[in-house]
């Protein structure tokens, strides 16, 4: 009995599934690098507040909440994108609610929370802000048509501004932080769009090689059905005119 190792498992996949895991993890890599983008912010920031190490358990928290959502989400979406059975809607909504929900935490914490000179000065919070937006956006990029996700991605920028006026950020840098998050939305939403849709051609071209072969296999049965009806059809006509010719014969003696 042989043994079902990876190399085996990976050998006994199509061509098209082969394709499709690699896009896949390719996909989840996406969210999946958020987190440790965090922790090096996080470890950049000075160490200057008593409150550093809550608020980064906080922003930890909530990244890794995002992330564990986002997993889900974009299998599920996947899924719906190439036509598949899936209840990908309430994922999108709950990493969606989220990402939003962690926005406010992390800038409400961050500047008002530390005050002028704080470690948590708008730079890192631009990072915290769009890693989570960008990480819950993946999966609404693929999950939804474009003019939806664009719109999910509007309305998230919007719900993040107040937050962010309320934080105590002036009105030209609450603009440069949602501009900087719709510059990381366009580029996240392309790249993973780009992913689903090269699925989705990747398994039409296997749909349409299947279908050419059936089509290759039915031309040929009909050739030969016609061929063998041509020739059957010849030897029975002379078989026909024998018979008329042998009862003639025989009439006459």
């Given amino acids: 009995m ?5 190399r085996r498992l990976w050998k006994g996949y199509s061509k098209p599934q082969r394709t499709e895991l690699y896009l896949r993890w390719s996909l989840y890599l996406v969210p999946l690098v958020m987190l440790p983008l965090i922790m090096l912010a996080i470890a950049a920031a000075p160490d ?3 409150n550093t190490d809550g608020i980064a358990r906080i922003c930890l928290v909530v990244v890794l909440g995002t992330t564990l959502l986002t997993l889900p989400a974009l299998r599920t979406s996947l899924d719906h994108y190439l036509k598949r059975p899936t209840d990908h809607l309430r994922w ?5 609610v989220v990402a939003v929900a962690g926005s406010w935490a992390v800038l409400l914490l961050g500047p008002a929370g530390g005050g002028p000179g704080s470690p948590y000065a708008p ?3 631009a990072v915290v802000v769009s890693a989570l937006l960008a990480t819950a956006f993946c999966p609404a990029s693929v999950g939804l048509p474009v003019g939806r996700a664009c719109l999910a991605g509007a309305v998230a920028q919007l719900l993040i501004a107040p937050a962010a006026l309320l934080a105590g950020l002036s009105a030209p840098t609450t603009a440069g932080l949602l501009l900087g998050n719709l510059i990381t939305l366009v580029v996240v939403g392309l790249s993973c769009r780009s992913f689903a849709w090269l699925q989705s051609v990747v398994w039409e071209l296997d749909t349409a090689r299947e279908a050419q ?3 290759a296999v039915a031309e040929e049965r009909l050739r030969f059905s016609r ?3 041509d020739v059957m059809g010849r030897n029975l006509t002379t078989i026909a005119l024998k018979s008329e010719l042998a009862v003639q014969l025989a009439r006459r003696g």
């Fill in 213 to 215: 072969a059936r089509l």
């Fill in 227 to 229: 061929d063998l009806h």
């Fill in 92 to 96: 999108l909504v709950a990493v969606g």
């Fill in 123 to 125: 730079p890192f919070t």
């Fill in 48 to 50: 200057v507040q008593p």
């Fill in 2 to 6: 042989a043994v079902l190792t990876p």
